[in-house]
């Protein structure tokens, strides 16, 4: 049986990584809205249900250093003009494994569906749930290949606070499994909140998104 990029995440979560050999892997989209390209260190994974041949030729056809051929841009836009998909920008993807106890911020759930939070993470994520306290939002759901990923939402009068970091930390708290987090890399101010609260940095991901 082949590779699954469920298996992969799971793996790395452990902290067991893919061979630094300079390869690349291709494995099948986990599901028919995620497809993309995550890179560890001297090994990339890209995750689409295309040819694996025009995936390697297109890579080799590239004048760039081979260990940066899978987020180099003209890859990327290949991929993308191939696929028809949609793409933000490329993130640090860190990984936070459960943690014992109760958070220690009040956190109340949020049940509206239409909450803003809630409506904008079903876009890209399933079995959402958010919770909110004073000042910002947490919110967890199922995105790429069944991984339950987290994010949150500190309002502007509650920065510099380390109200991010303590609702980062809950999240590691509320969850059963490894909670992934995908972060712009110059958001430093997000990354380092992650990183205080114990997530550790796997590797980068650039997702493309259906239309």
Same mark, same amino acid.
């Given at each position: 049986?082949?590779?699954?990029?469920?298996?992969?995440?799971?793996?790395?979560?452990? *902290?067991?990584? #893919?061979?630094?050999? !300079?390869?690349?892997?291709?494995?099948?989209? /986990?599901? #028919? @809205?995620?497809? *993309?390209?995550?890179?560890?260190?001297?090994h990339?994974?890209v995750?689409t249900?295309?040819? /694996?041949?025009?995936?390697?030729?297109? $890579?080799?056809?590239?004048?760039?250093d081979p260990?940066? &051929?899978t987020?180099?841009?003209?890859f $990327?836009?290949a991929?993308?003009?191939?696929?028809?998909?949609?793409?933000?920008?490329?993130?640090?993807?860190l %990984?936070?494994?459960?943690?014992?106890?109760? /958070?220690?911020? #009040?956190?109340?759930?949020?049940?509206? /569906?239409?909450?803003?939070?809630? &409506?904008?993470? @079903?876009?890209?994520?399933?079995?959402v749930?958010?919770?909110?306290?004073? *000042?910002?939002?947490?919110?967890?759901? @199922?995105?790429?290949?069944? @991984?339950?990923?987290?994010?949150?939402?500190?309002?502007?009068?509650?920065?510099?606070? !380390? $109200?991010?970091?303590?609702?980062?930390?809950?999240?590691?708290? $509320?969850?059963?499994? #490894?909670?992934?987090?995908? %972060?712009?890399?110059?958001?430093?101010?997000?990354?380092?909140?992650?990183?205080a609260?114990?997530?550790?940095?796997?590797?980068?991901?650039?997702?493309?998104?259906?239309?």
């Amino acid at each position: 049986m082949g590779q699954t990029l469920r298996g992969i995440l799971d793996a790395a979560a452990r *902290g067991d990584f #893919p061979p630094p050999d !300079g390869r690349t892997t291709v494995v099948a989209q /986990p599901s #028919p @809205r995620d497809a *993309g390209v995550m890179s560890f260190t001297a090994h990339s994974v890209v995750f689409t249900d295309e040819d /694996p041949d025009w995936v390697h030729d297109t $890579l080799r056809g590239l004048d760039c250093d081979p260990l940066a &051929a899978t987020m180099n841009p003209l890859f $990327l836009a290949a991929l993308l003009t191939r696929t028809g998909r949609t793409t933000e920008c490329v993130d640090a993807v860190l %990984v936070g494994t459960p943690l014992p106890g109760e /958070p220690a911020l #009040p956190l109340k759930e949020i049940a509206d /569906p239409g909450h803003p939070r809630i &409506a904008y993470a @079903r876009l890209r994520r399933d079995d959402v749930r958010a919770w909110t306290t004073d *000042g910002g939002v947490l919110v967890t759901g @199922r995105g790429v290949a069944g @991984r339950l990923e987290v994010s949150v939402e500190v309002d502007e009068e509650a920065r510099h606070s !380390g $109200l991010g970091r303590e609702l980062v930390r809950a999240a590691r708290q $509320l969850a059963g499994e #490894p909670l992934w987090a995908q %972060v712009a890399p110059g958001n430093a101010r997000s990354v380092r909140a992650f990183q205080a609260a114990g997530y550790r940095q796997v590797g980068a991901e650039a997702l493309l998104r259906a239309r």
